[in-house]
């Protein structure tokens, strides 16, 4: 099994930055890709960015628009989420999940950290 932290939410202003860490534990071999999430109150979580634990792939979700970048160390088994030019409507709770397959589901989900945007 893997576990997952979050950390690094935290109160911001619109167009500041802030850098979000998932840190995992357990058989962290056995990853095939980390991702992160967000939900804001009455809204479905939504796809952000995610990266392979091999290789150079990395994704983002469409509103991201080259604000954010994904990165990983896995000597430290961590993935960050740099998050540049942040925009009110980036408030929401960022959690990360794994893929342990191409095909299985997103599991392993941390507890979420709090992004809040003013304006």
């Known amino acids: 099994q893997v576990q997952l932290v979050e950390s690094g939410g935290g109160l911001v202003q619109a167009g500041g930055s802030l850098r979000l860490s998932c840190t995992a534990s357990g058989r962290t071999s056995s990853i095939y890709a980390t991702a992160w999430f967000r939900q804001a109150p009455g809204k479905e979580r939504e796809f952000v960015a995610g990266?392979?634990?091999?290789?150079?792939?990395?994704w983002f979700g469409d509103f991201v628009k080259g604000r954010f970048t994904i990165s990983r160390d896995n000597a430290k088994n961590t993935i960050s989420l740099q998050m540049n030019s942040l925009k009110p409507e980036d408030t929401a709770v960022y959690y990360c999940?794994?893929?342990?397959?191409?095909?299985?589901?997103?599991?392993?989900w941390g507890q979420g950290t709090q992004v809040t945007v003013s304006s």
């Open positions: 990266c392979l634990r091999a290789g150079s792939s990395t």
């Open positions: 999940a794994v893929q342990l397959s191409p095909r299985s589901n997103w599991t392993s």
